[in-house]
């Protein structure tokens, strides 16, 4: 007998089928070289060597990654395995896509950024300075989310 995915994740955790605990959008991106501040695009290509260094690198973006309230909080980590699971099935072998980034546009709050940090994100842009200037924002325009990347080849 095969085990589902959760079962295998969280051994012990009886649920309704029928349950669902999280969700998550995924689409084909890619992050373009050229649109990005220079000092954004040397720490976003300092792990790339420079005969592979280009224009574009493809790229999966999270459009929308959600844990159900009636389990969120509790310890189980739903939202960290989403993005596990993501980053294995984008490394696998199996995997045709050639991405070498998960890319997110985060909401700009701290437990957000906090949450794709501690799963191995790092911002594009160091500061929100840098960022909003970048975009062209004005001071008083609020950045409502933040640029966000993990690296594929890395841990």
């Not at 669902?20 to 000092?39: E, M, Y």
């Not at 005969?51 to 493809?58: A, Q, V």
């Amino acid at each position: 007998m095969k085990l589902n995915y959760l079962e295998r994740l969280m051994p012990g955790l009886t649920l309704p089928i029928s349950k669902i605990l999280g969700l998550v959008t995924l689409a084909n991106d890619s992050v373009k070289a050229q649109f990005i501040a220079n000092s954004a695009r040397n720490r976003l290509q300092r792990s790339i060597t420079n005969e592979k260094r280009g224009i574009n690198y493809p790229a999966v973006l999270i459009g929308r990654l959600g844990v159900s309230s009636e389990y969120r909080g509790r310890g189980l980590n739903i939202g960290s395995q989403i993005l596990d699971f993501i980053k294995g099935w984008f490394r696998s072998s199996d995997n045709k896509t050639g991405c070498r980034f998960i890319v997110v546009d985060a909401y700009n709050h701290e437990k957000a950024l906090h949450f794709y940090e501690k799963n191995g994100f790092k911002p594009l842009y160091k500061t929100e300075q840098e960022e909003r200037s970048f975009l062209g924002l004005k001071p008083e325009d609020p950045l409502e989310t933040r640029f966000m990347f993990f690296d594929l080849k890395r841990e």
